[in-house]
């Protein structure tokens, strides 16, 4: 069922849509060559137990996953792009590392997620994050009322296929609320002018991701960890994003 916010509500979001957007940054400045995958959880994991918010992935079972996630923070590096489990990893020199994290603060959910190179970067992994990122900007300008769902879509993969990306149609955005994953499902290309219309009090996680070479996945025996079938490195954006009478709100906006 999808789910429309009254504009108070809305205003209820942003304390979750600022917290998880802190963690965030938080993580992106963390992130360095020797830091271990599971200091970036414990950041996480402390900076909730700080503000009082409640974790959305500890506890988070789906029937892909061969067992609860058991942290609270997603941490994918190299050819993972998406659900990576945070294990005993350090990062290395030139390493590309997404960060996907979402929390519920007063009963309200945010989510995004940010890709950054560890060290030295590969200049293949600067552009596909600039396209991860020019993709999400388009996704979220597409995001007024009036418009229609396939209108984000088709913002997000034209930018990937401009770039001469695939676009893998299993994983993408989702409503978001009271919960982390609900209705619409927001595909990252399709046709314009298609499908739910969007209405002011709708929020959403856009969330583009892109492979180098494929749009083909495979799964870590983990059941979480998601990387490109051909061994080629990922990126990952997302931002909650309300859509009001004014124009799209992030919600996780980072300073």
Same mark, same amino acid.
């Given at each position: 069922?999808?789910? =429309? %916010? ?9 304390? !979750? @849509?600022?917290?998880? +957007?802190?963690?965030?940054?938080? *993580? ?97 992994? =600067? %552009? ?9 900007? !388009? @996704?979220?300008?597409? +995001?007024?009322?009036?418009?229609? *769902? ?106």
């Amino acid at each position: 069922m999808i789910e =429309l %916010r009254t504009p108070t509500q809305i205003e209820q979001m942003r304390p !979750a @849509g600022r917290f998880v +957007a802190s963690v965030i940054s938080a *993580l992106a400045e963390k992130a360095a060559v020797g830091v271990n995958l599971l200091e970036l959880d414990e950041l996480a994991h402390r900076m909730i137990k700080d503000a009082g918010a409640e974790s959305c992935y500890i506890d988070y079972h789906p029937s892909f996953g061969a067992s609860p996630f058991g942290k609270v923070l997603c941490t994918s590096v190299n050819d993972a792009v998406l659900h990576g489990l945070p294990h005993d990893y350090v990062l290395q020199d030139g390493d590309l590392l997404s960060v996907d994290f979402a929390a519920s603060v007063d009963g309200w959910v945010s989510d995004s997620a940010l890709s950054v190179v560890v060290g030295t970067p590969r200049e293949e992994d =600067l %552009r596909l994050i600039d396209t991860a990122q020019r993709a999400l900007d !388009a @996704g979220i300008a597409a +995001a007024q009322a009036g418009n229609k *769902l396939g209108d984000i879509s088709h913002a997000i993969g034209s930018v990937a296929r401009a770039d001469g990306l695939g676009v893998n149609l299993q994983f993408g955005g989702h409503g978001v609320g009271r919960t982390m994953h609900g209705e619409p499902h927001v595909p990252n290309d399709g046709p314009a002018g298609r499908g739910l219309k969007l209405r002011p009090g709708l929020v959403i996680a856009i969330e583009p991701w892109f492979l180098h070479t494929t749009d083909e996945i495979v799964f870590d025996p983990d059941g979480w960890t998601i990387r490109s079938a051909d061994g080629s490195r990922g990126a990952h954006v997302e931002h909650t994003v309300a859509i009001t009478a004014d124009g799209p709100l992030v919600l996780t906006a980072r300073d």
